[in-house]
C-alpha cells in the first residue's frame, strides 16, 4: 500500500493532536476522514502532505519515510488542497492553474503543448474554464475553490488530498465535486478528504476513516462503520441510521 | 501579448526621461550639445559626462534595485504594505553610519557607504537570528519593523545628543542622488550579479503566492526560498542605501505599480518592476534638480511626497 | 662659482615668479596650488564671500540658498551682483560648471563629500568655514588672501581688523559672562563657547558660559536647560515676533534667570549676521551689536 502512517504523532508548538496514529489508506478509493472539530483529521491529513513533521513516527509512501523522499519527486505523486488559501494578487485563473504543472516545467516555468492540455482539462474538470481570463481576486469564494480544485487536478497526481474542498460551495457544486471525485477514481485516482457532512462522506466515499481525540475510532465501509453506536460515542447524538433510496448508501437521521 | 507591449513602452518611458535629464537642469541644452558632452574638451563635458550622465546611470541602477528588492520582499512576506524597510536594512545602514560620524568624526566621510552597507547587512543578520529560518512571514514581517524603529529611535538620539557630527549623515539619510558619480556606479556594479539570482527564483515566488501548503505541495521548499529571496534582497537594498542613502516608499510602490500592469507572474513582473523603478527614481531626481534650479532637493523626498499618500490610500484598499 | 651659481639661481626665480603667480599653500585637504589668479571665483559658504569681499573681489557664483538677503548687506553693497548655485548643503554642481569659474572655495564641513566633483570643474580650495571659530576663520581669510593673489591687501586688512576688534574690546565691560541665542519656534538655539559668536565674544574680552564652553554646534535649549546654563548676560535674536519668548516670558522659570532679574537680558531683531554670516566684516558687526546692546541704559 503506498501511503501509510506508522505510530504517528502530530501537532503544532509540541502539543500532539494526532497520537500515536498508525493507518493504512488502501489504494483506489475515496477516503473520508471524518470526526468531530479538533478531532486531529485536518492535521493528519497535513502530516501525509508532508506540510507538518510527525513528532514520532513514521509516515510512509511506497515503503519509504515520505519526510526524506525528495519533495519534487512527491509533488509528482501527492497533491493537497487546503481548506482556505490566500488570494494572490494580480494572478488570473488560468495562471493558477497553471502553476499546478510547476513539479514538472522547468526553471523558468515554462509550459508545453502536453501542459496546457492537462491544464484546460483540469479546468474543464472543475467547471472554471469561462473564468479563465479573471483575475483570482475578483472570483466569489465557491468560484476560486473550484479554480484552487483545478489547480491540484492540474498537478496530475495518482493521490489527491483534499481538506474540507465543500465548505464555500453551493449545493450544486458540492455535488458536481462528490461525482468528480467518482470520475477520478475511476480512472485510477486515489482521494482522500476530510469532510464535515457524514451522510455525503456515506454516499459518495468507498473507504470512512473515523477519528476522536487524535485516535482512530474505526475505518472500513460505510456499511460498516456508520452505526448508532458510533454516532453515540464519536459524535455525541443520537441517530437513526437508515439505507439511502436513491443511492442505496447508509445515512444518518439525527433524533 | 499585452505584458510584452507594457514591458516595451516602459523601457522606452526610460529611455525618454534619461534623455530628459540629459537636457534639462539648472542649464538646458540642445541635442548636439549633450553629443558634444560626451567629448572631453568640449565645455559641456563635466555637466553631461562627469554630472547628469552618472546621475542617470545611478537612478537606473538604485532604481531597479530597490524596487526588485520590494518585490521579492513582497513576494515572500506576501503581504502588500510589505516592503525593503520591513526588514530594518535601510534603518541599520543608517545608524551605522551615524554611529560612525559620532564615534570616528575625524574619519572621512568617504566611509560612509561601507559603513552602511556593513550597519545594513547586521540589521538583517540580527533579524535572522532573532526570528530564525523557519519563523512565518508575520512574525519576520513585525520583528523587522519593531528593530527599524529600534534603529531609527538610536538615531534621533544620537542626532539630538551629537548634533555637530551627524551632519553629513543627516544630509545623506534623505536619500538623494546628489554628488553621487562614477565612483558610486563602480561601487555598485558588482551586486548586479545579484539581479539574475533573484529572476532564477521566479518560478519559486509563484508559489509561495499560493499559501505556505500549496507551496510545500508543489515541491517548493518554503524556508529556502524565503531566505535566498530575502537575503538577496538586503543585498540589494544594503548596497543601494550605502550609495543613495535610504529612497523611501521606491520599493513599495514600484512592485505595485508593475503589478497593475502586467500581473502577478514573477517572471514577468520582477522585470517589469525594475523598469517601474527606474522611471520613479529617474523621475524623482529630475523633478528634485529642476523644480527650483539651482535648489538641489533630495529624490528621497520626492519619492516620499509620492509615495506616503499612496502609501495612504493603500492602507484604506487593504483595511 | 658657488656664489655665482647661487645668485643665478635667485635670478631665475626671481623672473620665474614674476611671469606667473603660482602659488601653492596648505589647505585642509593638503597642497593647493594655483598656477594664475583666479578671476571668476564661486563660494560654497558665507564666510569665504567676506574674505573676497574685504579684498575687493566679487564672486561670480555664491551658494546663497537663492536668497540674496542671506549675504549680509555690508557686503552686498561691497560686491558686484553675483549667481545663486543653490543651497550650501547641497550646491548644484552644474550650475556651477556653466558658470566656468578658475577657482571654487568650498568648506571642509560641508562639501567634503564632492571635493572630487569639484576639482574637476574648477581648482578646488577647500577652507575651514562651518562651525569654526574666529582666530581659525581668521586664518583662512589669510589663505584666501594669498591665493587671490592679494595677499598685501589681506594683511593689511586683517591688522586694520585686529586694530578695530582692540578698539571695541575698549569700549566693552571685561570678563562678563556673556551667552548669545536665536529665539525660534520651540526652543532657543545657544551658540556655545567654540562657535563663531561664542569665539568673538571671547576675543573681545568676554566670557561666555561654562557649561557649554567647549561644544560648536548651536544647543537646542528648553527653558529648565537655559535655567541650568542661567547666563549673566543674555542676548536674544528673533527673526519675527512668532516664537518660543511669547510662551516663556509668561512663565514662573523665566523670572528665575538671573539675567531676567538683574535686567541683563537683550532682545535684537534680525540676527542674520550673527546666526549666518562669519568673518571679518560680520565679526566686526557683532562687536558693534554687543557695545550698542550691552551698554544700552537700563
Redesign the interface.
Known sequence: MSLSTHNVSVGYHGQAIVKNVSLTLPEGKIIALLGPNGCGKSTLLKAMARILTPMGGEIHWQGNNLHSTPSQYLATQLALLPQTQPIPEGIKVKDLVAYGRSPYTGFWGRLTKEDHKIIQQAMEQAGVTELSEQFVSELSGGQRQRVWLAMTLAQDTPYLLLDEPTTYMDLNHQVELMNLFKTLNEAGKTIITVLHDINQAARYCNHLVVMKAGEIITQGEPESVLTKELLESVFSVTAQIHTDPVAHTPMCIVE | MKTLLSSFLLALLVAFIVALSLSL???SLSFEQILSGFDASS?FY??IH???LPRSILAILVGGMMALSGALVQGVI?N?LASPDVLGVSQGAGLAAVILMTIFPSV???W?PWAALSGGIIAALFLWFLCGSHSGAIKLAITGVAMAALYSSAVDFLM?TK??EV??AL?WLTG?L??R?W?QITMLLPWLVLIPFAF?L??RL??I??????A??????ISMTRLWALTIAVGLTASCVSICGPIGFLGLIAPHLA??L????H?V?LPCTMLVGMVILLLADLVA?II?????L?AGIMTAIIGAPYFLWLLFKVR | MKNVLKHLTILLLVCFSAFSHAITIKDSKGSFTIKETPKRIVVLEYSFVDALAIVGISPVGIADDKDKERIIKPIRDIIDDWQSVGTRSQPSLETISSLKPDLIIADMDRHEGIYKDLQKIAPTLILPSRRETYTRLLEASAIIGKVVNKDQEMQTRLAQHKNTMAEYAQQLPKGIEVQFGIALENYISLHPGKSYSGTVIQALGMMTPDSIKDQKASVRSGLEQLLSINPKHFIIGQYNDNNILKVWQNEFLWNLLSAVKSKQIYFMDDPNVWSRARGIIAAEIIAQDLIRLLNQPK
Open positions: 537642469g539648472a542649464v565645455e563635466f555637466t562627469e554630472y547628469r506576501r502588500p572621512s566621510i568617504f560612509l539630538l548634533p555637530l551632519n553629513n544630509l538623494s546628489w554628488g558619480g565612483n532564477s521566479a518560478k509563484n508559489l503566492g499560493l499559501g505556505d501548503d500549496v510545500t505541495s508543489l515541491g517548493t521548499s503589478r497593475r502586467v500581473g502577478g507572474r517572471q513582473l534638480r527650483n534650479p539651482p535648489i538641489e533630495s
